[in-house]
């Protein structure tokens, strides 16, 4: 098994983590939730350990006595060693306002730092408007996050992080505020404080504004890529989904996405597709083609299922479905030159949630 195919099995299928090798992932939350970060290879990738579908994986992790060495396991055969990156030092510090760093940002695979700024959405609390995946409220109601992280708290932990445990881009995302600007302008805030403070590159990451001139305060801000996500394409499916959000039309994400790749650049905006869902094959790669022709790097990721939420039970896609679609997109990226190395900042430049970057030439 090759590791584009190992990724892919351990993504899709999760990892059973023992309790004598002692480490512990991230339940809740935005983001890569009920994940834990795992080097493969070399390669660190975020997988799923705290979801009903990893409990029954065929993968597992054990510590062997003797090289007190990680070693990944498939049924009853060892496949490859394995490591997890350790706690930040970042982590052990508190602001000068009392509230440990690690509830205003937390460390993504091995060098990303990641925020979500505001841990309130306008439709989550609904269940007519909330996406039926996100798990947004989880750590705010269990005290592992706090509800609006300042600026100078953010460009605080920021500059700890960088200095103490070489992070080298930052994810700002948000909740969407019920303001027509859908949270840019509270992004701009932040990245205006955090560059202030110190030269880290940063996604900001929000549904699209009402009016496109927020792109270029952004930019003007410090922002330097930028995430805006369908997670799904068919209007089927988004209205199932993400009742609230499917009322932004598809059509004006394409028409945000053109005027954001005239401010950010060529492979600088990118968008999350959660294969899974419902999209069909076929669906999903005729996105992805025209998004990759307009300059947007379409991030695939294979849906995971968070605890709590009302698609806890939903099964996520096969490697034989995830396998066909890094293998499609990858050849849309590599003719359109647009590669998740050469974007500044943010998710698709980190990867860890896919195995898309492994396909890349």
């Known amino acids: 098994m090759n590791k584009q195919q190992l990724i892919t099995e351990l993504q899709t299928n999760g990892l059973r ?16 939730s009920d994940h834990k970060a795992v080097t493969v290879d070399g390669t660190t990738v975020m997988v ?24 990944l396991h498939c ?5 490859a ?28 695979s091995h060098d990303v730092l990641a925020t979500t700024v505001l841990q309130t ?42 200095r103490l445990d070489g992070v080298k881009h930052m994810v700002m995302t948000s909740g969407t505020p019920n303001t027509s600007d859908r949270g840019a302008a509270y992004l701009t805030e932040c990245a205006r404080a955090i560059k202030q403070r110190v030269a880290l590159p940063i996604q900001a990451q929000c549904e699209p504004p009402d009016d496109f001139i927020w792109f270029e305060r952004l930019k003007a801000a410090g922002v330097d890529s930028l995430g805006m996500h369908l997670e799904a394409v068919d209007p089927h499916v988004r209205a199932r989904i993400m009742p609230g959000k499917a009322t ?13 790749v005239q401010v950010f650049g060529w492979g600088q905006v990118s968008t999350y597709l959660l294969a899974g869902l419902g ?23 294979p849906f995971v299922p968070i605890s709590g939420t009302p698609l806890a039970n939903h099964t996520p896609p096969t490697s034989d479905f995830m396998l066909p679609l890094y293998r499609g997109v990858s050849e849309m990226l590599n003719r359109a030159g647009i590669f998740s190395q050469d974007i500044n900042a943010g998710c698709a430049k980190c990867g860890a949630c896919s195995a898309l970057s492994t396909f890349e030439s």
């Open 121 to 162: 959405c306008m439709r989550y609390t609904d269940a007519a408007t909330s996406c039926q995946f996100c798990a947004i409220g989880q750590s705010l109601e269990a005290g592992r996050t706090i509800a609006r992280k300042t600026p100078a708290q953010l460009a605080e932990v920021a500059e700890a992080a960088v």
């Open 279 to 301: 999209d069909d094959l076929p669906t999903l790669l005729a996105a992805c083609d025209r998004l990759v022709a307009i300059g947007v790097y379409p991030f695939v990721v």
């Open 81 to 108: 060693p394995i490591a997890f990156p350790h706690q930040p030092t970042f982590y052990s510090l508190t602001t000068a306002d009392g509230i440990p760093y690690w509830k205003i940002a937390l460390l993504h």
């Open 17 to 32: 983590l023992l309790e004598e090798t002692g480490a512990a992932g991230r339940k809740g939350g935005a983001g890569p």
């Open 248 to 260: 932004v039309p598809v059509e004006y994400y394409y028409e945000a996405f053109a005027a954001a």
């Open 75 to 79: 049924d009853d055969d060892a496949i």
């Open 48 to 71: 799923p350990i705290y979801t009903g579908t990893a409990s029954r994986s065929p993968y597992s992790v054990s510590l062997d006595a003797t090289t007190e060495q990680t070693v």
